[in-house]
Nanobody
Framework: VQLAEAGGGSVQPGESLRLSCAASGSILNVIGMGWYRQAPGKERELVAMRNRGGGTNYGDAVKGRCTISRINADNTVYSKMDSMKPEDTAVYYC??????????????WGHGTQVTVAS
């Protein structure tokens, strides 16, 4: 299973950021898909996850500012984060979990995309 991340880059404080992640490969299903982030010197933390049943889980630092779409038929999720802050600066990683056609589980990470929030 491979993940293709898009979006990221540099934004100014107060602006919005859009990210997308598409999963491909021998995918039977996607049980959960979303984003984590890691800032320099800090542990990786949850941003937003969407599960197959439609439920969501947001990190405390982004609650109220972030929305994540449902997992569409192309195994893609889209997220939008508003009111970006300098402390949102981090490498954002897509994560997808589920089953492959051979019934093996997968828990795959993307390569990461840098997001920088600065004036």
């Amino acid at each position: 299973v491979q993940l293709a991340e898009a979006g990221g880059g540099s934004v100014q404080p107060g602006e919005s950021l859009r990210l997308s992640c598409a999963a491909s490969g021998s995918i039977l299903n996607v049980i959960g898909m979303g984003w984590y982030r890691q800032a320099p010197g800090k542990e990786r933390e949850l941003v937003a996850m969407r599960n197959r049943g439609g439920g969501t889980n947001y990190g405390d630092a982004v609650k109220g500012r972030c929305t994540i779409s449902r997992i569409n038929a192309d195994n893609t999720v889209y997220s939008k984060m508003d009111s970006m802050k300098p402390e949102d600066t981090a490498v954002y990683y897509c994560n997808a979990r589920g089953y492959e056609h051979n019934r093996e589980t997968y828990d795959t990470w993307g390569h990461g995309t840098q997001v920088t929030v600065a004036s």
